[in-house]
C-alpha cells in the first residue's frame, strides 16, 4: 500500500495543492494527515480538498485546529476520515489515532495514551498498523533540538508496536524518520513523505 503523509499545513493552500498533486501523480492509496491542518481556524476554506479530489484522506486535528473541525471536514468531503480516537481499516492495515497534544503534563500523556487505545483495541489483531499522532514521542531524536516528545506517544509505542508511526507539531524535525524498536517514526511536519506498507 502506497501513503502519502503530511502534518502542519497550517491553511496553506499552496502545500495542500503540492499535496494533492504530488498524491496523483504517485498514485497512491491514501494520504495521512497529522494534524493542524489551520492556523487556529483561520484558512479554513477548502483545506483539503486539493488531496480529496483524488485520494482518501485519513486525519487527526492538532493544537492550532479548533475543536469542531473533525467533524466538519467529515461532513464536507466524504473522502475525509477522522481518526481522531477512532481506527480505520484499509487493505488489511489498521490505522489509528490521536490529535491531541501532550505538553508533558502527566494528565496530558495519559489522555494521548488513552485515545490511541481506544482506536487500537479494535485493530489489535490485524499483523499491520499505522499510528497517527500530533506530537512526537519522548526519546525521539526531535528532542535533541530541543523540544519535548510526548510521553503518551512513547508508551503507545512501546505497547501497541505499531509499524509506524505519523507525527509532526515540531516544524524544525520535518522529514526526520528514525526507528523506536519496532516502529519507524515519521515526522511530516510541512514535509509532504511517500511511503509503502
Known sequence: MKILAIADTHG???LIKK???????????LVLHGGDLTWF??????IIKPITDNSEL????????????????????SKAKSIHENYKIKNNIGFFGSGTTDWGF????????????????KIKH???KVMVQHCPPVGSIIETLGFPGSYGTRKAID???PDVLICGHIHEGGGIIEQIGKTKIMNVARSPTIFEI
Open 159 to 161: 505497547k501497541f508496536k
Open 58 to 77: 485519513f486525519f487527526v486535528h492538532g493544537n492550532h485546529d479548533p475543536k469542531g473541525i473533525l467533524k466538519t471536514i467529515e461532513k464536507k468531503y
Open 41 to 46: 481556524g483561520e484558512n479554513a476554506k477548502g
Open 126 to 128: 490485524l499483523k499491520k
Open 106 to 121: 502527566k494528565e496530558d500523556s495519559d489522555q494521548v495514551f488513552k485515545e490511541l487505545k481506544k482506536g487500537h483495541d
Open 12 to 14: 496553506d493552500s499552496e
Open 19 to 29: 499535496v494533492g498533486k504530488l498524491a496523483k501523480k504517485e498514485k497512491v492509496d
